[in-house]
Structure formats: C-alpha cells, structure tokens
C-alpha cells in the first residue's frame, strides 16, 4: 500500500512517468535498506568502567552491576588497575566475584593479586571443575596452598576432579548437581530439591538414586513441579536416561555425548554411584578442546600452544615433526635424483613440478580432514570403512579428470606460445603433465583416506596423519608418478630428451 501511495505522490507533482518509477525505486530501495541495518550492540565495556570510576555509593553500583552478565564483568578486569580490582571485588561480593573469575581466560594474574585467604575463599566457591582448572595455571606450591584454606567439601571435590587423567570424561565433570531418593513423595522432593539448590543450581534435570545409591534415572524439573502430590515419584523418572563412566576416555564418548540435547549427563562410577555431571557448558568446551588439538596435529604438532608459552616448550612441540618431516623431505629429493637424466635430457619439465606436488598434497590433505572427520564415528563396519574408501579413490578420480584436462590445455598452450617448442612436442609434454597429475590425484586421495583408517586399527589417533605427513607422503608419490611418466611418456615413447 505504501509503495502505490508514493507513486500517486509523484504522479500529482507533474513529473514524467520515468522519473517517477526511478524516485519511487530509490524510495523503496532506501526502505529496504533501513530495514537490512542491524543496530549497533550497547558497549557494555565502557559502561561497566564508568560505573566502577563513578562517585556512586557502593550499594548504587552493586545495583547495577545486577544488570549485566559476569562474561561482560569479566572482561573489563584487565582495563582497571589493581586498586580498581580490589574495589570492585569488595562491592560484587564474594559469590558474584567467584561466578566472574569462571569467565576469565587467564584467572591465575588475578588471582596472584589477591591474598591468599581471599582467594581460597573465590576458588571454594566456584564450581570444583573450573576451580581445578584455575589451580592447574598456578604453581604447585601455591596451589596446594590454596586448596589447603579451604574447606573440607571443596577439598573433596577438588581431589575428586584432579584425580582423572586429563583424557579421562572425569576430569570434565562438575560437582554441580541435585539428588533424590526413589522412595520420596512429591512435597518432599519438591523440598530436597529447594534445599540442594541453595548449594546447587544446575537444577534442570534432577537425578534419581535407589535405596542403596545407585543411579536409577533422572526427572525434568518441570515435570516435578506440575506433578500432583498423589503421584508417585517413580512415574515421572526417565530410567533409560543417558550416562557416561567417569575412566571413559573424552574421545570415546564425545560423540555420544553430543548426540544428547540434554542440558547435563550424569558421570558414574563402575558402581553405577554418580560422581558428577557434564553440563552443555562443559560440553561445548570439551569439543572446543578437541577441535584445537585436532587442528594442532594437523599443523603437525603433538599439542596446543598458546600465546604465552616458553620458547623451549614451543620448540619440543615443534621440532620432532619438523626434524621426521625433514627426514621424508630427504627420501622425496633422492628419489627426484633418481630422475637426473630425465630432468638432463628435458629442463622444462622441473617447471612444473610444483604443481603436481602441490595438487597431489592438497587432495591428499582434503581427503585426510574428511576420513578423520567421518572416523569420529566410531561404530563404523569395516564394509562402510571400504565403500568410504572406494568414494574417496572416485572423487579422486573425477577431480583428477577435470583438472589434469585443463592442466593439459592450459599449459600445452603456455608450452607452445611462451617457451617456443612445436606444438606437437607442447602438447605431449602438456599431456604428461595432465596424466601424472590425474594419476597423483587418485593415489593421494587412496593415500588420504586409507592411512588414517589404517592408523585406526592400529589404536592411533588418526589425527597424527596430520597436514604435512600426508603432503610429504603425496609428495613421494607425485615425484613418482610424474618423472615416470616423463620417463615413458616423453624420453621412451616420443623420444624428445
């Protein structure tokens, strides 16, 4: 309607039909660009640190530090100086100062400022996983301080975590969960629950026990609230809900986890006891976790680094891939040496070498990320394994296709015009090129895929097939197939060394 009013507007003040539509046009065109703007975000930064810096009364600003979110808190801390810290601790509280630290990336600056009572008391209230976490930053002496000033149940939530290996699903966990016992009623559950959640307040899902501890099921707290007190508590419990042992190893059950969309997983013991749960939280950072070190050992690294670490710990990581990728590096020019006469008799073609190397470690490195992607599954039969196999090496297979045709032309072309040779001889060597790289692209897709499958069955984690091991592997390869077909194709056949 409002589009047929503006043209009518126009129409009445005289103006020619086509100057009409193009000021129309240029009206709804300006609409539909108001309507495309996204607003700008409030500045939550600058507003935190002016209502640290203000003259407002303590209580004023802790009424307004209410309004804003502890990540938000959190990442204004490193912008004040200690003082401001300090002040700002002092006004937040000690409960909302332990909720703003879980959001720190880097906790143990903050907490080497404070003293070490204070800190103790920050770090037994925080839930006992991102406490441990905290702990694990700072130096043994002084963490083994910290948890000393603490009282008995941190303690023993703190030890609980810290006694899992880092691989372990155990050391994920938070201690941070609700309890009932299968015999209760309604009321009373609804009265554990309000009891529990002044200590615990991952209330969305409660956990049902049996008489004698061990886990039987889980209730949504939804269901327990708008359930009649003459139902019986055991109607409303899911005893098929899902749960992880506390030894299970992250990469074992990562995929099991992530196929559950419930806000927390319960952790057991072998006695069917619950220990912990994994919350969508901790969920989302264990994944994190292993997306950086599969992206490390794809880099050909053994782990992550980060911003701030040592030298020589960078360089321990670094340089045993480095020093057996330079060891392949070795094997890959002895062989091109093997080629000498070839490269004597026809110089052109070390042109175009680097090509093919290239090519034959990016397919190789694309089919590599696919395999160890599609291996996360781990239920995978070895017929499923082939036929994955058998798609790669047809990928491979029509990528080489397409490509070695427009290298064929492409550089049968470059051949004959720039370097000068008959067209005879540019196109033969042009086909050489496009067939040595077809073949290459097949082998590095069979080489890609087959080797992580393989470093699978051998109990390794398939992610040490990483980047540059395969590349340096196709690169053998690409050597191979490309002086040998130089071999036969040109020096054998066309006789043209």
Same mark, same amino acid.
């Given at each position: ?12 003040? @005289? ?8 000021? =129309?046009?240029? %009206? ?17 930064? =600058? ?12 209580? *004023? ?11 938000? %808190? ?14 700002? +601790? ?9 909720? *703003?630290?879980? +959001?720190? !990336? @880097? ?5 080497? $400022? ?30 083994? $301080? ?12 703190? &030890? ?25 009623? %309604? ?9 529990? =959640? ?8 409660? +956990? ?38 506390? &030894? ?22 072998? !006695?069917?006891?619950? #220990?912990? *749960? ?6 989302? $950072? ?70 093919? #190397? ?7 490195t694309q089919s590599l990320a696919v ?14 394994? =082939? ?26 072309? +470059? ?67 490309y002086y040998g077909m130089a071999w ?10």
């Amino acid at each position: 309607m409002e589009e047929k009013f503006e043209d009518k507007d126009l129409e009445n003040q @005289n103006i020619p039909k086509k100057a009409r539509e193009e000021q =129309a046009q240029e %009206i709804r065109n300006g609409e539909e660009q108001e309507i495309k703007e996204v607003p700008e975000k409030e500045d939550y930064e =600058a507003e935190l640190i002016n209502i640290i810096r203000s003259d407002e009364p303590a209580p *004023v600003k802790k009424e307004k530090f209410n309004d804003y979110h502890e990540n938000d %808190i959190a990442s204004v801390l490193e912008k004040l100086d200690a003082a401001e810290r300090r002040k700002l +601790y002092s006004i937040l509280g000690l409960e909302k100062v332990s909720e *703003v630290f879980a +959001y720190l !990336d @880097n906790p143990e600056e903050f907490i080497e $400022e404070l003293d070490s009572e204070t800190a103790a008391d920050i770090l037994e209230n925080m839930e006992a996983d991102d406490a441990v976490d905290i702990l694990e930053e700072l130096e043994d002496k002084k963490s083994k $301080e910290l948890i000393h000033l603490m009282d008995t149940e941190a303690k023993k939530d703190i &030890h609980l975590i810290q006694s899992y290996d880092d691989d372990e699903i155990g050391s994920k966990m938070t201690t941070n969960y609700v309890t009932l016992s299968l015999n209760l009623t %309604i009321k009373q559950a609804m009265k554990s629950m309000v009891e529990q =959640a002044a200590e615990n307040d991952n209330i969305t899902t409660l +956990y049902v026990l049996q008489e004698d501890g061990t886990f039987y099921g889980a209730i949504d707290l939804t269901d327990l609230i708008v359930a009649r007190e003459y139902v019986e508590l055991e109607s409303l419990v899911t005893t098929s809900y899902p749960f992880v042992y506390d &030894h299970e190893t992250v990469d074992e059950c990562i995929e099991e986890l992530k196929d559950y969309s419930a806000d927390s997983i319960p952790v057991l013991d072998k !006695d069917k006891h619950i #220990l912990g *749960v994994i919350t969508s939280q901790d969920l989302l $950072e264990i994944v994190d976790e292993e997306m950086g070190e599969d992206y490390a050992k794809f880099a050909g690294l053994s782990e992550e680094e980060d911003l701030e670490e040592p030298l020589f710990e960078s360089l321990k990581k670094r340089t045993p891939w480095l020093a057996v990728l330079l060891f392949l590096g070795l094997i890959v020019s002895t062989v091109t040496g093997m080629f000498e006469g070839i490269i004597a008799g026809l110089p052109i073609i070390v042109t175009f070498q680097s090509v093919i #190397l290239g090519m034959s470690g990016n397919v190789g490195t694309q089919s590599l990320a696919v395999t160890i992607r599609v291996l996360m599954d781990e239920d995978l039969t070895f017929k499923q394994q =082939a036929g994955f196999v058998l798609k790669e090496l047809k990928i491979g297979f029509c990528n080489g296709l397409i490509i070695g045709f427009i290298s064929f032309v492409v550089t049968g072309i +470059y051949i004959w015009l720039v370097k000068g040779l008959v067209i005879t001889s540019a196109f033969a060597m042009a086909g050489c090129i496009g067939i040595a790289l077809w073949i290459a692209m097949i082998i590095s897709s069979f080489v890609g895929s087959i080797v992580p499958i393989i470093f699978t069955k051998m109990h390794v984690d398939p992610a040490v097939a990483s980047g540059p091991l395969i590349s340096t592997m196709n690169d053998l390869v690409a050597v191979v197939t490309y002086y040998g077909m130089a071999w036969i194709l040109l020096i054998n056949v066309m006789h043209l060394g």
